[in-house]
């Protein structure tokens, strides 16, 4: 049987290695699943105790993805065999897992350097967002599409959202929009742009820097080492930096109904905007409400109470129907035409959005301990 990550060590100077974590579900564009989840946070756990492991690389296998996202449609498929109430533990097995992943990344000593080459979704998303160093090719195409299957931005996506200038993370989370490396720079969910041409030669370098003891300063050396291998001059065009101005004025609204008449009075003929206007019209109601919510709360949340309400509410997402089907209609059946719970956004009561942000458990929240 394929392992589903594959770990190894790269020789260094001074008797240092660099740790490589290669995600190795080519077929599945490197989606993650519970058993991935679970490789990965025992191997940096690992790294990060080991003297001699300087940094770590991490990648995915092949040439279209590092990570198309999670694995939801195992999660879906559960809902359906066993019911939402049933599932829920494995569903929160999932989730907490995966959310616990994240954060130790967030929070690792080393330095992580991600090569995000190719499709770059949803929890590849949160895989990336965290790391220290975030590389961006000519061929990053990165997304939070969730409101085309009924979640939202999950994975840290209430933080990273949060932080990208003026309201571009709500645009990006109501509208699912893809985004090229130079967008990503923009908004701040990449730090380097390195043609892919240049992976060999760079992992060649970083094996031979003279590595200190000092986490700090191996922190400084790959800063230096990607910065030289950064070439600016290929860089496409950014979306959302040429059209910021029309993204500040269509997400200017007093409540989510007003940005949503603003969307369908969106006029131009730029494809970019039109696709992600379409997007958000097709999507899942109840989804827009969600992103809309869960940037507005998360504002002054701390990256640890981010997780912890995304808890809650990715477990509440099960127990809704939007969810399920918008994967089925996405992902399993590929209809197209997903039956969302209700027909447009001013038709979503308050209370249905409310229910969302409601512990399911009587007992405290499981990522009460993250940070401590």
Not at 79 to 96: C, M, N, S
Not at 120 to 137: D, K, N, P, Q
Not at 182 to 208: C, H, N, P, T, W
Not at 295 to 322: I, N, T, Y
């Amino acid at each position: 049987m394929t392992e589903s990550v594959l770990f190894s060590e790269l020789s260094a100077t001074n008797g240092k290695k660099v740790g490589v974590a290669t995600l190795n579900m080519e077929r599945k564009l490197n989606s993650l699943n519970s058993e991935m989840v679970s490789a990965l946070t025992d191997q940096l756990k690992l790294w990060e105790k080991d003297n001699n492991v300087a940094a770590v690389w991490l990648q995915g296998a092949g040439e279209k993805a590092f990570c198309a996202g999670g694995d939801v449609r195992t999660l879906c498929e559960t809902i359906t065999d066993v019911g939402a109430k049933k599932a829920l533990p494995d569903v929160q097995a999932f989730f907490e897992n995966e959310y616990r992943l994240d954060y130790l990344i967030h929070v690792y000593a080393k330095p992580i350097i991600v090569w995000g080459h190719g499709i770059i979704m949803g929890g590849g998303i949160g895989l990336m967002s965290g790391a220290s160093h975030r590389v961006v090719t000519e061929a990053s195409r990165m997304a939070m599409p969730e409101i085309s299957i009924g979640l939202y931005p999950d994975v840290g996506g209430t933080w990273f959202l949060n932080h990208a200038p003026g309201r571009t993370g709500l645009f990006l989370g109501l509208t699912g929009a893809n985004i090229n490396a130079a967008d990503a720079l923009f908004v701040g969910m990449a730090d380097r742009y390195i043609a892919s041409d240049s992976k060999e030669a760079l992992m060649q370098s970083l094996q031979e820097q003279s590595w200190s003891e000092s986490e700090a300063d191996n922190q400084v050396l790959v800063s230096r080492v990607l910065k030289s291998y950064e070439n600016l001059e290929t860089l496409p065009v950014s979306n959302v930096r040429e059209h910021y101005d029309l993204i500040q004025a269509v997400t200017d609204g007093a409540d989510l109904v007003e940005i949503a008449d603003q969307f369908n009075a969106l006029d131009t003929e730029n494809k970019w905007l039109n696709k992600a206007a379409a997007t958000f019209r097709s999507g899942s109601p109840t989804t827009a409400h969600l992103v809309y919510q869960q940037l507005l709360r998360g504002k002054k949340l701390s990256l640890p109470q981010v997780f912890q309400m995304e808890l809650v509410m990715s477990l509440q997402c099960a127990l809704h129907a939007d969810f399920v089907e918008g994967v089925r209609a996405l992902l399993v059946d590929k209809d197209g035409n997903p039956k969302w719970q209700f027909d447009a956004i001013a038709d979503v009561p308050a209370k249905w959005v409310e229910q969302h942000f409601q512990p399911p458990w009587d007992a405290p929240n499981p990522l009460l301990n993250l940070g401590s």
